[in-house]
């Protein structure tokens, strides 16, 4: 006898389809499973057993083989459990497997048959409409972010009990669908976070992290400590614009993968904040293991990734930012496995210009040295820092300023700024694949889109022979000048917008300002 039914296994942020089959014969009882499953789906056998027979079954006498084609890529994770239950009760006669042609089972089985979330069933479902599939067979918590992709028929049970009767048509259950709400917008984030009409001067600050914001560009904040640039970048995800559905979906399929969803929850509408501690490994910041998951560089995709005295991460760890922060994604390979994750991420960078956390001052008897302070800003390899579009200076904050009765900014105003510029850049990039703000452009976008007058090209000529820039950085003083532009609601870039994107570019390397 031989039972088919569907399943799938995540790969990245996508899903490949299993065919399983389980083929039932005459002879001595044995279990084999095959088609490469890693420990977690070899120890299926045990939580199948034991919830079969909390619903009236058992697993069949004889020889049992479970096959997961194809074979050529390792399973892993207990999703399995519910197809290869299902397979069981059709083997047994509980079930008829007319039932089974063209759906599709996830989930894991507890010891008493009640199911269990998954990880991935977001990049799952979008797989299965893809290829034609037409029913979804979901633990409850899942429900929802199966519903999300059309065109599917998604069933969410909380029991092994319930799939055996929804099987038998002994019950009805209507298919999970989501309501609207689902897809609203995070019109006014509300975060655990500072809100900018809480900081205190700054106002060069705020504007270049308005301008970050703005176009989805990377930055550094050089200061000594109690500047404020924890707060203020902390403050940045408050002023960050809604996601579309798009990056929506494609920010949850991460999210999925990786297991952080909510039990119940659709979709991951907020912009992500990835904050790791400087003692991050390599695998806990890019994404690792024997089946490599998404890293926090991975989970920031769409959002920022905050990373708190640069100069103290390892310098080996902090290297690893340069493939994302150029081509917007992370590879990880192992010896049978390549996996790619999306990362397009704004990285939100602070550090203190020396040791001491003071410039250096010739003046200063006890202030750091110059040594000192080179030594410690060559912590940060100079691709790195060239791969940053905005370096921006924060100065302590005066007496005056802090006691002072004026009411800052708040983040809700600056963000409405910020929202006007991003549907500027949206109208502009309508119908260009993965480009949604002005940091994402290509550089062939960048020479059609960012052009500037003769005078402005000699400004800008001036600036790369003094301050030696690269050609990169150029490219990026473009898409710099085409957000300042943007926030003026201006379609020219005019020679005050390349002025001033170019100032945030007057910290070299070695900390102090270019003279």
């Not at 990880?119 to 409850?140: D, F, H, M, N, Y």
């Not at 924890?230 to 996601?243: K, S, W």
């Not at 956390?357 to 000192?372: C, I, M």
């Not at 100065?395 to 910020?418: F, M, N």
């Amino acid at each position: 006898m031989l039972a088919k039914i569907y399943s799938a296994s995540t790969l990245g942020v996508s899903a490949r389809l299993i065919e399983l089959e389980v083929s039932h014969s005459s002879g001595l009882p044995r279990f084999y499973l095959v088609g490469l499953p890693v420990h977690s789906v070899m120890e299926s056998k045990d939580r199948v057993d034991a919830a079969l027979r909390h619903v009236g079954a058992k697993i069949p006498l004889g020889r049992i083989t479970v096959n997961l084609a194809p074979a050529d890529f390792p399973k892993e994770g207990s999703a399995l459990d519910l197809p290869i239950a299902t397979c069981m009760l059709a083997l047994t006669g509980h079930i008829s497997s007319s039932r089974m042609q063209n759906c599709l089972a996830l989930g894991e089985l507890a010891l008493d048959g009640s199911l269990r979330p998954v990880r991935g069933v977001l990049p799952v479902a979008a797989e299965a409409r893809k290829r034609g599939i037409e029913t979804l067979l979901v633990p409850e918590e899942n429900g929802m972010e199966a519903a999300v992709i059309d065109g599917l028929r998604v069933f969410a049970f909380r029991h092994l009990k319930d799939v055996l009767d929804w099987f038998q048509r002994s019950t009805r259950i209507q298919p999970v669908t989501c309501s609207a709400s689902v897809f609203r917008v995070d019109a006014n984030p509300t975060r655990d976070l500072a809100d900018f009409c809480d900081v205190r001067g700054q106002e060069s600050v705020r504007r270049a992290l308005e301008v970050a914001a703005s176009g989805g560009h990377n930055v550094i904040l050089i200061g000594p400590p109690g500047a404020g640039k924890t707060m203020m970048a902390r403050a940045m995800a408050t002023i960050l614009p809604p996601m579309n559905l798009e990056e929506a979906i494609e920010t949850t399929k991460i999210h999925s993968v990786a297991g952080r969803l909510e039990p119940g929850q659709a979709l991951v509408l907020r912009r992500p904040f990835q904050a790791p501690h400087h003692t991050a490994s390599y695998s806990s910041l890019v994404g690792g293991g024997s089946v490599p998951r998404p890293g926090n560089i991975s989970l920031a995709h769409n959002g920022i990734l905050f990373l708190d005295e640069l100069p103290e991460f390892r310098r080996s760890v902090l290297e690893t930012l340069r493939q994302p922060l150029e081509d917007g994604f992370v590879t990880i390979s192992r010896a049978k496995i390549t996996v790619t994750y999306p990362s397009k991420i704004m990285l939100v960078a602070s550090m203190n210009p020396s040791p001491s956390g003071d410039w250096y001052d010739p003046d200063k008897v006890d202030g750091p040295t110059y040594h000192q302070m080179t030594q410690y800003m060559q912590k940060i390899s100079g691709p790195l820092l060239d791969r940053i579009d905005l370096h921006v200076q924060a100065d302590r904050v005066q007496y005056d300023q802090l006691i002072s009765k004026q009411t800052p900014e708040s983040s809700a105003t600056i963000r409405r700024r910020v929202i006007e510029a991003r549907n500027l850049q949206n109208r502009r990039f309508l119908g260009i694949k993965g480009v949604y703000s002005n940091a994402q452009m290509p550089p062939g976008l960048v020479r059609k889109i960012c052009k500037i007058s003769k005078s402005s090209e000699a400004m800008l000529g001036k600036a790369m022979d003094r301050l030696k820039l690269s050609a990169r950085t150029y490219t990026r003083i473009l898409k710099v000048s085409r957000t300042i532009a943007d926030l003026d609601a201006s379609e020219v870039i005019h020679p005050h917008h390349i002025a001033e994107a170019i100032q945030y570019r007057s910290i070299d390397r070695d900390g102090w300002l270019a003279k």
